[in-house]
């Protein structure tokens, strides 16, 4: 198969696949582990197919019919097997399912099937890391090889985490659908933060040797302006988009040729994604039209937005951020976000200014292992002229963190302290 055909496919499978399981785990009751099996093997004709015969001109269609015939056999074969059982009593009949849904064209209502199967992927009876690895192999389309590349976890463990992850969706008979009214604010704050985990994982990640991990920032940035088209009057839907268009902004610019970091206040801002920025700035104007000014994400977009109007670096305004960091610090209480608003405060009134807040969180536990810490530690110590306490500080966090772009780094900025 040559590159061309083969990047094709991919592509087609990584746009098709969460629409086809979502249309199946609905045709068949809710079966989330039937569907996504149903789509696999769907897959597969399509591969032992198209290479020698052409692609469709329309894959998406070719797909969905041949996907949704299946399922249609699955029900019928079902409808037989329990009434073959019928004479045996009904404690031996299987689980009744629905009968197939013949009605309407085949593009009716993905959306809604999109946002119900996003929601059963995200359920809270998942544990975190669960919901993640779920949501990207039913909604991003990424394979169980390519979960565990993306957070260096062997591949036996993510296999065994999505397996366990569809089993619990069943035993629970989580129900396909998006909740209540009532339930709904509950239900899309987990949501939300498992794009907004996908998000983060790919824009700086944990681990490994790659500063970032564009891949996964994509698929939480598609999964998020799916969320926004499908609820556009909820705010903090709109306000993470924001957040996310916002920050994803700066990707070209955040690495050199080599792949490694440049600090935000080194970027050049001409590679920053200006379009990119102004989507950003339109769902933010439109999460606080909604009233949502007070929401985390939309205060978080707030913050990105501070940098993102400033076209160089001198420009930003430290004083605004370092006073939504505050409002930010009261709406949700957390030492990062009380770190992060030292870090303004530095900037908007020097390192003196910053440090007391600095030593006060030191002491808290939580941050104890916690590498940014040290790095602000650091970058406060050079600025106060002390260049060994700075140095002992930067090699802390190259220790503590477990990216190696990172830990690169910092050992370097230890090392220029070194050398006076």
């Known amino acids: 198969m040559d590159t061309a055909l083969t990047q094709r496919l991919e592509t087609i499978w990584r746009m098709e696949s969460p629409v086809l399981t979502a249309r199946l785990t609905r045709l068949l009751g809710g079966d989330v ?7 696999q093997d769907t897959w597969l004709a399509a591969l032992e197919r198209w290479p020698s015969q052409g692609v469709p001109d329309n894959p998406g269609a070719w797909l969905m019919t041949t996907a949704r015939n299946r399922a249609i056999d699955v029900l019928r074969q079902h409808q037989r097997v329990a009434g073959q059982h019928a004479q045996y009593g009904s404690a031996l009949e299987p689980l009744p399912l ?4 013949d009605s309407g064209a085949l593009e009716d ?3 809604d099937d999109l946002l119900r199967l996003m929601f059963v992927a995200c359920h809270p009876v998942l544990a975190a890391d669960a919901r993640v690895a779920l949501t990207l192999r039913l909604l991003g389309g990424l394979t169980t090889e390519e979960i565990a590349r993306a957070f260096l976890a062997p591949e036996p463990t993510i296999a065994q985490r999505i397996v366990r992850a569809k089993r619990m969706l069943a035993q629970k008979q989580v129900p396909f659908d998006v909740p209540r009214q009532a339930a709904l604010p509950e239900r899309l704050a987990s949501v939300l933060e498992v794009v907004y985990l996908i998000f983060n994982e790919g824009y700086a990640a944990s681990a490994g040797d790659d500063w970032m991990r564009p891949a996964l920032c994509d698929e939480a940035l598609r999964l998020g302006r799916v969320l926004a088209s499908r609820l556009p009057a909820w705010p903090q839907v ?5 957040l996310m268009e916002l920050q994803a902004s700066r990707t070209a610019a955040r690495t050199d040729v080599t792949g490694h970091p440049i600090l935000l206040p080194e970027q050049d801002r001409t590679r920053w994604d200006w379009l990119q920025i102004a989507r950003g700035q339109a769902a933010l104007q439109q999460a606080v039209a909604l009233g949502g000014s007070e929401d985390p994400y939309v205060l978080q977009a707030a913050i990105a937005e501070c940098h993102a109007r ?8 430290w004083a605004r951020m370092a006073a939504l960091y505050a409002r930010l610090a009261q709406v949700q209480p957390s030492p990062v976000v009380d770190l992060n608003r030292a870090v303004a405060v530095s900037r908007a009134q020097g390192a003196a200014a910053a440090w007391p807040l600095v030593e006060q969180l030191s002491a808290d536990a939580r941050l104890r292992d916690y590498a940014p810490l040290a790095v602000v530690q650091g970058d406060l110590l050079a600025q106060l002229g002390r260049a060994a306490d700075a140095r002992a500080a930067f090699e802390r966090a ?3 963190t477990a990216n190696g772009r990172e830990r690169a780094l910092l050992q370097a900025r230890a090392e220029a302290l070194a050398q006076g």
């Open 310 to 317: 400033a076209r160089r670096a001198e420009d930003t305004d």
């Open 33 to 39: 582990g039937r569907a996504e099996e149903l789509v």
């Open 238 to 242: 709109q306000g993470l988009l924001a």
């Open 109 to 111: 209502d993905i959306g």
């Open 98 to 101: 629905p009968a197939p849904d």
């Open 398 to 400: 190259a220790a503590l």
